[in-house]
């Protein structure tokens, strides 16, 4: 079963900085692509990042450019999203989400192109 669980969210002041966690559980190899993704009260869902399968290929939306980045460590499994200069309107429910696929460097924009999905972790930001 594959199993994705975030971790690291939390309440931090504007200006901040926090690491979220992605633990990635039930695939047999790192064939996947990781996607980021955040949903505040009221809003639709949005993509953050995408990193590919190998780690090569990173996409990062403009919301967030220059403040996000993402690394994956795959001999953990493990995805990490660390937030820099945070805004009060980055606050959300942040989820990570994996697409299976072949391509070492294939990126996916949209919420419907991934497979799986992590329960959320919360982030706050307070002005």
């Known amino acids: 079963e594959v199993r994705l669980v975030e971790s690291g969210g939390g309440l931090v002041q504007a200006g901040g900085s926090l690491r979220l966690s992605c633990a990635v559980s039930g695939f047999t190899s790192e064939d996947y692509t990781i996607g980021w993704f955040r949903q505040a009260p009221g809003k639709q869902r949005e993509r953050v990042l995408t990193?590919?399968?190998?780690?090569?290929?990173?996409s990062v939306a403009d919301s967030v450019e220059g403040r996000f980045t993402v690394s994956r460590d795959n001999a953990k499994n493990t995805v990490y999203l660390r937030m820099n200069s945070l805004k009060p309107e980055d606050s959300a429910v942040y989820f990570c989400a994996a697409r299976t696929t072949l391509s070492m460097m294939s990126l996916y924009q949209s919420d419907y192109e991934y497979n799986y999905w992590g329960q959320g972790t919360q982030v706050t930001v307070s002005s």
């Open positions: 990193i590919s399968r190998s780690g090569g290929g990173i």
